[in-house]
């Protein structure tokens, strides 16, 4: 088929290279602009997605909107088959939809109707979810609404935001390439009305370890903010991130060093940092921070 793909960030870069590899014509890959990076912040970084499709040939388009009549007018002149949409961070107007032969279809990183929206892994991975997945759905106007023409699940176990997002990606590219291989046969079937919710976008604040809550979503927070934005506590006016925990026994007040370890007690029960990284520094074993930022029992993280 000849494909408009539409995607920016890593998850969205194996369903390119999935397209590419199946013998697929990509016409173009449309992406987000480049954006402030690097060390200090200033040169422009491209996308992982602009990266992969410069570096086999494929034209790149990255327009702040496709809201204008130029702008859908260029889409249409591509005359694609199909349009393929994995994180893209645009809405389309409903002429972008229905400009290619067969419209659009999307990767969505869980079970729909389940997680709708902007963040569904991390979602997921709070509200303590056992199975995640990935839905390939025919796009329409309204919010990840479409109808569903493929999906797989996964459980979700102990795994990070970063991990599962990897595993998603890897296999909503073959699961993708599999639906349009059997395109013709594949009968795209309502979302139910049940069990519909919607993954807001993260919100940098939600970060901060609450330590009010029983252990087992304290450990949920560390693993759905990893590896961005990162869970943290503050400890005498620095911040410090969070990577790993484990939950063990104890209590005591909320927030509060148990031992000269780093347990810390919950709402209920407790948990130990694993792994842990002050401002400016590398990520580290929580025992080696100890020894040079001892950390005594008694002590409030904040």
Known sequence: MRIIFMGTPDFAVPALVALVEAGHEVAAAYTQPPRPGGRRGKELTPSPVQREAETR???????????GAEEQAAFAALGADIAVVAAYGLILPQAVLDAPR?????????????WRGAAPIQRAILAGDPTTGVTIMRMEAGLDTGPMLATLRTAIDRKTAGELTTELAEKGAQLLVGTLRDLAVHRPVAQPQEGVT??????????RLDFTQPAEQVERQVRAFMPAPGAFFE???ERCKVMAVE???GSGQPGVALDDALTIACGSDAVRLVT???AGRPAMAALDLLRGWPVAAGTRLA
Not at 57 to 67: D, F, M, Q, T, Y
Not at 198 to 207: C, G, P, S, V
């Open 57 to 67: 040939g494929i034209a790149v388009r990255h327009p702040v909107s496709l809201k």
């Open 102 to 114: 067969l419209g659009c279809l999307n990767i969505h990183a869980s079970i729909l109707p389940r």
């Open 198 to 207: 919607y993954a807001r976008k993260i919100d940098k604040a939600e970060a």
């Open 235 to 237: 400890l005498g006016g």
């Open 247 to 249: 939950i063990v026994e």
């Open 276 to 278: 842990v990284q002050r």
